[in-house]
């Protein structure tokens, strides 16, 4: 989860910031990584200024095109709880278990990957301390 906020710091998205692991199921190889933002060789920063519509990849979907889908049981750091279509992709992407650090404003992602039986859980553990 660490890993995840500090490529948050690199998204230039001017609504919020936020970065993605994907490991392997016993956590020991990372298959993908991502934060929000525009595609590559795009300008490095939002397409627009309409609330939800910036234009920006988010990071779970930059991560997931890394990760790719053929590996099961794949396990998710996100510094934010997924949004309706991330999750939908993070199903399709045979993710198991998603960790998050902070909950979206709208936790439909979330109901979305607990009805699919992908795992969802609040990560807060020692978010202010160095370790
Ligand atoms: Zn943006
Ligand atoms: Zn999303």
């Not at 595609?39 to 910036?54: F, Q, S, W």
């Not at 993070?90 to 993710?95: A, G, I, R």
Request: glycine residues 10%.
């Amino acid at each position: 989860m660490r890993m995840a906020e500090e490529l948050a710091k690199r998204s230039t998205c001017a609504r919020s910031q936020v970065g993605t692991v994907i490991t392997t199921g016993d956590l020991t190889q990372v298959l993908g990584i991502g934060y929000n933002g525009n595609a590559r060789g795009l300008p490095n920063r939002c397409d627009g200024t309409e609330p939800g519509a910036c234009g920006c990849l988010h990071s779970e979907a930059n991560a997931l095109i890394k990760a790719g889908a053929q590996i099961p049981g794949k396990v998710m750091f996100v510094t934010m709880s997924p949004c309706v279509m991330c999750a939908k992709m993070v199903v399709n992407s045979n993710v198991r278990r998603v960790y998050y650090r902070t909950p979206y404003r709208d936790s439909a992602g979330l109901r979305v990957l607990r009805l699919a039986g992908v795992e969802t859980c609040r990560y807060d553990r020692w978010r202010d301390l160095w370790r």
